[in-house]
């Protein structure tokens, strides 16, 4: 079992940047598929990106390829998220996710642990 705690959300202005972290405890974070989803209000949850166990796998919704990053340390247990020239359409609740021995997937359904969830609000 693994527990997830997110941080580095707030808030920023259109054209801002912000990164995410997500701590992982356990000592079997580097065999987990980690990926983060956001859900914004009145909105169903949608993937946002992730990462195989290794790093060596990303996938990025259409919607934030080009101005978002994700990566992984695994010795520090921990996943961060780069996002850059921020947009309003980008707020919401990131949560980020996990799955032991996944290939990577952007259905919430197929992630099994997740995070209580840090908001990013951006302004216009």
């Known amino acids: 079992q693994v527990q997830l705690v997110e941080s580095g959300g707030g808030l920023v202005q259109a054209g801002g940047s912000l990164r995410l972290s997500c701590a992982a405890s356990?000592?079997?974070?580097?065999?987990?598929?980690m990926g983060w989803f956001r859900q914004a209000p009145g909105k169903e949850r949608e993937f946002v990106a992730f990462i195989n166990w290794s790093g060596s796998t990303t996938n990025f919704a259409d919607s934030v390829k080009g101005r978002f990053t994700i990566s992984r340390d695994n010795y520090k247990n921990t996943m961060y998220l780069q996002m850059n020239s921020l947009k309003p359409e980008d707020t919401a609740v990131y949560y980020c996710?996990?799955?032991?021995?996944?290939?990577?997937?952007?259905?919430?359904?197929?992630?099994?642990?997740w995070g209580q969830g840090t908001q990013v609000t951006v302004s216009s």
């Open positions: 996710s996990a799955v032991l021995y996944g290939g990577g997937s952007s259905v919430p359904a197929d992630y099994r642990y």
């Open positions: 356990g000592r079997t974070f580097g065999m987990y598929t």
